[in-house]
């Protein structure tokens, strides 16, 4: 394509409205549910004649299997075309008995929220999804999926969910607040030690092992969905992706100690039921770390 044909396609390209982003991250989100070989038959019949249309979701396709990153895009995308005053003027309104003090970010799910418990008196966060996105079926399943799954674990290397709620038509998920960055923000500044690196994986091993006994896979492991705490406590957020499976399944595999052959680590157990420490036995973390 020669320099002028490039710029007028670009030219006659449709303005990226608020209204186009969310049809197309849409599109996104349900092609990303489908194994790979369906999604080109799935966007040709959603996006019809609608060539810029399928080539804008497939570039994402393209850019979140190489970079495992859309959620970011998103935050950068939106945050250009909808830039706002919308987080002041939400301040100090109440969801519930939960008062909101502060925007923390945003993301593909959501929009999450500082805010206080007013029954209990401590500080939480509020992960909420806009009313607007209750009409897309398949981002409210990701959403109710994400608490059900967020619910079902108490580990100390997940983030630990209170509440789940509905207010004025804005579903919303009560969390723990967290603070400290996530381990992109860490990776960033340079290299870690190896004895610290260690250590942070062999907490992610502990925490996807407790998922995956409670029969949930994560499915989007990246350094943005995990948590450094001040203390070094890590912490795996954002399963709205997270595959959950019947439990007799997860029971089966795990009296074997065998995977499912697609990525699942189960913790064997021994004769009086206790894990084994099967994670950091397949990870041998700790062996390595001298």
Not at 30 to 57: M, S, T
Not at 89 to 102: D, N, Q, S
Request: aromatic letters at 6%; one cysteine or more; glycine letters at 8%.
């Amino acid at each position: 394509m020669h320099e002028n044909d490039e710029a007028l396609t670009l030219a006659m390209a449709p303005a990226m409205t608020p209204e186009r982003w969310q049809h197309i991250e849409t599109l996104f989100y349900a092609a990303l549910e489908r194994e790979p070989p369906q999604r080109a038959a799935f966007l040709a019949e959603a996006c019809a004649d609608e060539k810029a249309l399928r080539e804008e979701v497939e570039a994402l396709l393209a850019k979140a299997e190489v970079e495992s990153s859309f959620d970011n895009l998103a935050v950068q995308v939106a945050t250009e075309v909808l830039a706002t005053d919308k987080a002041a003027t939400i301040v100090g309104r109440m969801m519930g008995h939960y008062r909101l003090l502060a925007h923390l970010g945003a993301g593909g799910m959501g929009e999450v929220w500082r805010a206080t418990d007013t029954h209990l008196h401590r500080e939480v966060a509020l992960k909420v999804l806009p009313a607007s996105y209750t009409s897309d079926p398949t981002r409210l399943r990701r959403f109710e999926q994400e608490a059900r799954a967020v619910g079902a674990l108490n580990h100390p290397n997940i983030l630990t969910a209170y509440d789940f709620g509905t207010h004025e038509g804005h579903p919303f998920i009560v969390m723990e607040l967290l603070e400290g960055e996530d381990l992109r923000a860490v990776l960033q500044r340079g290299p870690m030690s190896l004895r610290l690196a260690v250590d942070y994986a062999e907490q992610v091993a502990e925490g996807l092992a407790a998922a995956h006994e409670k029969g949930i896979v994560h499915r989007d492991l990246k350094p943005e969905n995990l948590f450094v705490t001040n203390d070094g406590r890590v912490k795996i957020l954002d399963f709205g992706l997270a595959k959950l499976r019947p439990l007799p399944y997860v029971k089966a595999a795990h009296q074997s100690g065998h995977s499912d052959g697609n990525g699942g680590v189960y913790v064997a157990r021994t004769s009086a039921g206790k894990r084994r420490g099967a994670t950091l036995r397949y990870f041998q973390l700790r062996h390595h770390s001298v």
